[in-house]
């Protein structure tokens, strides 16, 4: 099973400022990777897949980076509807498909 | 517009089964795989299963094995997730989930069901 590490468990960034999230996997998942923002009560929201492409409707300031074992999800200058949940997930090595155990992004 | 909706939250005791449902629409349903992944209170999102809605094959995470049964109905575009044998430990959301495309490998999930909250105590 691939484990994926996210860092840091809770990143405090304040409104304007860019944010940066990392995700290491166990081993190579390539660029089979995809990142998620999960609001309180709410299913979680596609980001970017394929390590950098973002999902249809995702603003711009929102990219992906990466290859192979690590990876980092960049918001380039945070909106008050950015302070959320972001998970990470690998779907490279399968059974089973794993996530990150979440970065909560809070406002500083 | 494209989207999965899922029935209504549960209650079961301990040693119950519960099965969820999952519709789609605005889509083709057999073009898409469909998997289940759970989120217990306070906690991350754990994966559960897939399923091949076009050639009714499944997959299920090990620890789920013989306690998880996904199944598809295609008349009505709904994919069935059943949990058998509950514990306290299967308290949680369900989400059923679509992935983009299934070329080759698994891909990522683009549409989420609301989620169905499954409690379980005696």
């Known amino acids: 099973e691939i484990v994926m590490t996210q860092s840091p468990a809770t990143l405090s960034v304040s409104p304007g400022e860019r944010a940066t999230l990392s995700c290491r996997a166990s081993?190579?998942?390539?660029?089979?990777l995809a990142w998620y923002q999960q609001k309180p009560g709410q299913a979680p929201r596609l980001l970017v897949y394929?390590?950098?492409t973002r999902a249809t409707g995702i603003p711009a300031r929102f990219s992906g980076s990466g290859s192979g074992t690590e990876f980092t999800l960049t918001i380039s200058s945070l909106q008050s509807e950015d302070f959320a949940l972001y998970y990470c997930?690998?779907?490279?090595?399968?059974?089973?498909?794993?996530f990150g155990q979440g970065t909560r992004l809070e406002i500083k | 517009q494209v989207q999965l909706v899922q029935s209504g939250a549960e209650v079961k005791r301990p040693g119950a089964s519960v099965k969820v449902s999952c519709k789609a629409s605005?889509?083709?349903?057999?073009?898409?795989?469909i998997h289940w992944v759970r989120q217990a209170p306070g906690q991350g999102l754990e994966w559960m299963g897939i399923?091949?809605?076009?050639?009714?094959?499944?997959s299920y995470a090990q620890k789920f094995q013989g306690r998880v049964t996904m199944t598809t109905d295609a008349s009505t575009s709904t994919v069935y997730m059943e949990v058998s044998r509950l514990r306290s430990e299967d308290t949680a959301v369900y989400y059923c989930?679509?992935?983009?495309?299934?070329?080759?490998?698994?891909?990522?999930?683009?549409?989420w069901g609301q989620g169905t909250m499954v409690t379980v105590s005696s």
């Open positions: 989930a679509r992935e983009i495309k299934h070329v080759g490998n698994a891909d990522a999930f683009d549409i």
């Open positions: 605005g889509y083709t349903f057999t073009s898409h795989y």
């Open positions: 399923i091949n809605v076009s050639a009714y094959s499944t």
């Open positions: 081993q190579s998942v390539y660029s089979n």
């Open positions: 394929g390590a950098s």
């Open positions: 997930q690998q779907y490279n090595n399968w059974p089973p498909i794993t």
